[in-house]
């Protein structure tokens, strides 16, 4: 390892400076690559950088053998080494170092290399040696000790780091300076020493003055040369680095320090890596010293990330981004990745510290949750909230273009698989169509299901590929016209399906999300109306009919709580021109508008199902009359027709309130007559059927209105509990012109009566018309030949009226 492969910050170059006099190498045992750091190859007069070819090369050649075996034995067995050595610089001057050894382990505890330091030392020799080298360095303490570790002399330092003037320690043993526990261990090794003629040293903690002493001795013939050193302060540092090393070796956290250069090709250079680092990219350390950190970064590593790392350190400060990176066998993991600059102390860049931690599982359960909240589950497209957040910033930021489309996708008949097949095979379906809609756009493109078997699709043109919205929709909406209409094989099944599509544009003007999704919506059913399969684009016309639309739903609530509706009565009479019934018209005077046409409001009260209420408020007013005219000999023969929508009619208690205001008004049944249109047998006849039923067994008459224009089936007439059918307005107004007019109105007063059912002609208008309608067979009539809708209190008159012209 390098000797500032452990910095993080300014304090712990201060303790790489305060430790300078060690040199550090590492040794590699599948490489066999040898490291030192600049301060070990100063020692041997070489430049910074520099790492020999092999671990031996620099050891004196007669030392290497006493050497190479105990660098093996390490390397094998873990067994440290203590060795004093010479090594050869590259000026070819020799010196002597103290070289130390210990086993490096991995997470599972095998020797992966041998780390150690070296010491330059005093050579050994006679104590004039010594005391020659102690003289030239002036500052240091020396003494000489007797061959029973007896003080024979000290210098002025010697006092000083003991403690204790000459005249004390002079005759005291050496070992006696130190702290018991440790006097005896100190005695063995200095006798030791003098009986083998061998240098002596130790160190020691001087308990007295709480530091550390260095002590080394050489022997010679009266005794031993002693040299002391207060090594306290190297003490605590090499405790420090230690323990620093250690803790960074084992943290969770990647660990990377490289050297301090340019963020540019090829970039900072990797000087360490801590056991995390290897741990969890898979990469060894000798495979990374001295590369760049690019090697982690792969195709989705996001160059945003890498740019605002890159400014940071351009300016010198630290830097924290969230960031993919990629192990050694290519697999991508997410690492929040904190990057520190570490100055010396002159304020000097010296290297970079990356500190990073595995959030995989953070990012993973992050991007499950965002999964969940903006993508639907079924189809994996986005959902509504998705799009609309798109939405809005597709036409809220200015630095994109605002130009693109959004279409409205629905599917045809999805609701007749559903009820047929079951929502098991409805599910697949739309799975597939998913499937093919994300075929059919580009890559950016948004694809969202709203819900049901409704989807969008935002075309944005972002600028990178500009196109024309209006020809991009068509082309994408021709795609996707021709990819659903292909047929779909679902398990025991192959199903035709269609679309209808509804395009709007935006870009050209300001329009919020609301009103372009409405926009689409419109124009969608625009193309349901069309007759499905097919693609319309919005206009503003389509705008303006759907907000006049509005506005009239809108009054028609109004109108419901102010009362502003009335009923009209329009006679109906036979043959002889006398009376047999009226029918009740609802009728709507606007304070604004005044009188508004049935067929505007009607549709619209369909539309927002105001009809209900209405509808029953008509029934009960034309009950309330039928009971008024019972009590009158001239009128209780009459009858009322009322007609009853669709979806009054579909209501699951309309039967019920029928015969609950039959009962409240105490009426006969058979006066009340309830006009149905054509339309009610488009759906569900069998439950139209069984509604008619139970109305007709409680006495109830049942007309058929607009007969002959909407889904007649002789199938179906044959089997509904009719009395009476109505031929419609519109064969009549041209029945003496239009041959197809009379033809179907003969066709409609045969079949009437091949079926034993009454018949009525509506807006009859001429005498003439009355008379062919009779010659065919029909015998009851209305319209303003007889006299046209009239409110209650008028259509009293007119009957008043019309028994006085008849003879008596």
Request: with cysteine; aromatic share 6%; net charge negative.
């Amino acid at each position: 390892m390098h000797s500032n492969d452990l910095a993080q910050d300014a304090d712990l170059v201060s303790m790489l400076e305060q430790a300078a006099a060690l040199g550090v190498w590492r040794l590699g045992t599948a490489t066999g690559r040898v490291t030192w750091t600049d301060r070990l190859a100063a020692i041997h007069a070489a430049p910074p950088g520099y790492a020999p070819g092999h671990a031996l090369e620099h050891v004196a050649p007669e030392d290497r053998a006493k050497l190479e075996p105990l660098l093996r034995e390490c390397a094998a067995s873990g067994a440290p080494f203590d060795q004093e050595v010479q090594v050869v610089r590259l000026d070819g001057k020799r010196v002597w170092v103290r070289a130390l050894g210990q086993a490096m382990r991995d997470a599972d505890g095998a020797i992966v290399g041998v780390q150690g330091a070296m010491q330059e030392i005093a050579p050994p020799g006679r104590p004039g040696t010594l005391m020659r080298m102690g003289a030239s360095l002036g500052g240091d303490a020396f003494a000489t000790v007797d061959r029973n570790g007896a003080f024979t002399s000290l210098n002025e330092r010697a006092e000083e780091l003991l403690g204790t003037d000459s005249r004390q320690l002079m005759g005291r043993r050496l070992w006696n300076s130190f702290q018991k526990t440790v006097r005896l261990r100190v005695e063995e090794q200095f006798r030791s020493a003098i009986a083998a003629s061998k240098p002596f040293e130790f160190e020691e903690l001087d308990a007295r003055l709480s530091r550390w002493l260095e002590v080394r001795g050489v022997a010679f013939a009266g005794g031993m040369a002693i040299h002391l050193s207060d090594v306290s302060a190297r003490r605590k540092s090499q405790e420090q680095l230690r323990l620093l090393e250690g803790s960074i070796s084992r943290l969770n956290d990647i660990v990377i320090i490289t050297e301090a250069g340019p963020f540019g090709e090829p970039g900072p250079r990797i000087v360490f890596v801590n056991e995390a680092f290897e741990r969890r990219t898979g990469y060894d350390r000798e495979e990374v010293i001295g590369r760049s950190p690019r090697l982690l970064q792969g195709p989705n590593t996001q160059r945003r990330a890498l740019d605002q790392i890159r400014a940071a350190m351009e300016e010198w400060r630290p830097a924290r981004v969230d960031l993919i990176n990629y192990r050694k066998n290519g697999e991508p993991y997410w690492v929040d990745l904190d990057v520190s600059p570490v100055w010396d102390r002159e304020r000097k860049l010296t290297h970079w510290v990356a500190v990073g931690r595995d959030v995989t599982e953070r990012k993973l359960a992050e991007e499950k949750i965002q999964h969940l909240a903006f993508y639907d589950a079924l189809t994996k497209l986005p959902n509504r909230q998705l799009l609309m957040d798109r939405l809005h910033a597709a036409l809220a930021d200015p630095a994109r273009p605002r130009e693109g489309a959004l279409m409205f996708i629905d599917l045809d008949n999805f609701k007749v698989l559903n009820d047929t097949l079951g929502h098991q095979k409805g599910d697949m379906l739309l799975q597939l169509v998913a499937e093919r809609l994300r075929s059919c756009v580009a890559k950016g493109d948004t694809v969202a299901r709203l819900g049901g078997d409704e989807f969008v699709i935002l075309l944005e043109n972002r600028g990178d590929k500009p196109f024309d919205p209006a020809t991009g929709a068509r082309a994408v909406a021709d795609r996707i016209l021709a990819a659903l209409g292909e047929p779909y094989v679902l398990p025991g099944y192959l199903h035709h399906s269609t679309c209808s599509i509804g395009v709007t544009l935006f870009g050209k003007s300001d329009r919020t999300v609301s009103e372009l999704l409405k926009q689409a919506d419109l124009a969608m059913y625009q193309a349901k109306r069309a007759g499905r399969n097919t693609v319309c684009f919005f206009d503003p016309e389509m705008q303006a009919v759907v907000s006049a639309n509005a506005a009239l739903s809108s009054d028609l609530r109004q109108a419901w709580r102010e009362n502003q509706f009335r009923i009209d009565y329009q006679p109906q009479v036979g043959v002889d021109g006398q009376m047999i019934g009226v029918e009740a018209l609802l009728r709507w005077l606007h304070p604004q508008r005044g009188m508004v046409p049935p067929d505007q409001f009607i549709p619209a009260a369909e539309e927002t199902s105001l009809i209900i209420p209405i509808g029953r408020w008509v029934l009960d007013a034309a009950c309330a009359q039928l009971a008024a005219w019972a009590r009158r000999p001239d009128r209780r023969h009459l009858s009322i027709a009322v007609n009853v929508s669709v979806r009054q009619f579909r209501h699951p208690e309309f039967v019920d309130e029928v015969l609950q205001v039959i009962r409240q008004w105490d009426i006969q049944p058979n006066k009340l007559k309830l006009e149905l249109t054509e339309s009610l047998l488009a759906d569900g006849i069998d439950v139209t059927i069984a509604k008619m039923g139970s109305l007709k067994d409680m006495g109830v008459a049942l007309s058929l209105d607009d007969f002959g224009i909407g889904y007649s089936s002789l199938s179906y007439l044959k089997r509904l509990p009719l009395d009476q059918l109505k031929i419609d307005r519109e064969f009549v107004k041209d029945i003496l012109t239009d041959a197809n007019d009379a033809a179907i109105a003969k066709t409609v007063i045969g079949l009437a009566q091949s079926l034993h059912l009454d018949v009525i002609a509506e807006g009859v208008e001429t005498e003439e018309q009355r008379d062919f309608l009779e010659k065919q067979g029909c015998y009851s009539f209305q319209g303003y030949l007889f006299c046209k809708p009239l409110p209650i209190d008028e259509l009293e008159a007119f009957i008043d009226r019309s028994a006085e012209m008849v003879p008596a």
